[in-house]
């Protein structure tokens, strides 16, 4: 079964310092799509980097970066520069082909908090 | 482009109640996601749909239930609300099915059941 863990559950930054979310996903399958989502305390879900398994190169977007280590299964968000607006919930998410089926796994949540 | 919209967006029900919940894609988006979050079980996926056709479900028990129109827009049903049904229901679309594509998700219905 497919599995996302995100083993801490609330991390504390600095304003300007980069930060590490951690993520580790279990999965058989070969193809498969691992995403970050961030969600305030309004409640939406806001998509912030996407990373292809076959995808050699890790992704980044603006601040954001996905640190891919497929061997070791693991999918670590960086944030550099944080901001006070950064402080969120942040989900770990993995995308998987089960036949017809694309449901996203998510992750517990890791809570940031960015101290200025 | 207009983001995906929920409707409504706060819901209060008595236990026994039914509820439908209300889901407007992205435009040109066809596949419809629907997702339940609490504190205690965080997100848990509900169902898929695409092209009108239900095509996941997760393990939630029958009372829950889900349509797609032909517009793409989606309802979820949820039928003799029990007080555990108090969640935050959030909605996704995607353009198409596939592992790479990103999920935009809704702001989200929030029920209470008293």
């Known amino acids: 079964a497919q599995k996302i863990t995100q083993t801490q559950p609330g991390m504390f930054v600095q304003e300007k310092e980069a930060v590490t979310l951690d993520c580790t996903y279990d999965?058989?399958?070969?193809?498969?799509?691992l995403f970050w989502y961030k969600q305030p305390s309004s409640g939406e879900m806001i998509f912030l980097i996407y990373?292809?398994?076959?995808?050699?190169q890790n992704a980044t977007e603006g601040r954001y970066s996905l640190n891919f280590q497929k061997a070791r299964k693991s999918a670590n968000l960086v944030i550099s520069a944080s901001q006070l607006g950064d402080s969120a919930m942040y989900f770990c998410?993995?995308?998987?082909?089960?036949?017809?089926?694309?449901?996203?796994?998510f992750g517990k949540g890791t809570l940031l908090t960015v101290n200025p | 482009k207009a983001g995906v919209t929920q409707t409504p967006r706060y819901l209060i029900k008595t236990r026994g109640q039914q509820v439908t919940l209300s889901c407007s894609p992205i435009?040109?988006?066809?596949?419809v996601s629907w997702y339940q979050q609490t504190p205690g079980q965080g997100l848990q996926f509900l169902f898929e749909?695409?092209?009108?056709?239900?095509?996941n479900k997760g393990n939630f028990p029958g009372r829950f239930s889900g349509r797609q129109f032909s517009n793409s827009r989606s309802e979820m049903n949820v039928s003799t609300l029990e007080l555990g049904d108090s969640a935050l229901y959030l909605c996704?679309?995607?353009?198409?099915?596939?592992?790479?594509?990103?999920?935009?998700f809704g702001p989200g219905t929030r029920l209470t059941v008293t």
């Open positions: 996704a679309s995607s353009p198409e099915l596939g592992i790479s594509y990103e999920q935009y």
């Open positions: 999965t058989s399958d070969q193809s498969y799509g």
């Open positions: 990373q292809g398994s076959y995808d050699e």
């Open positions: 998410a993995m995308r998987h082909s089960g036949g017809s089926n694309y449901k996203l796994t």
């Open positions: 435009s040109g988006h066809r596949s």
């Open positions: 749909y695409f092209s009108e056709t239900q095509r």
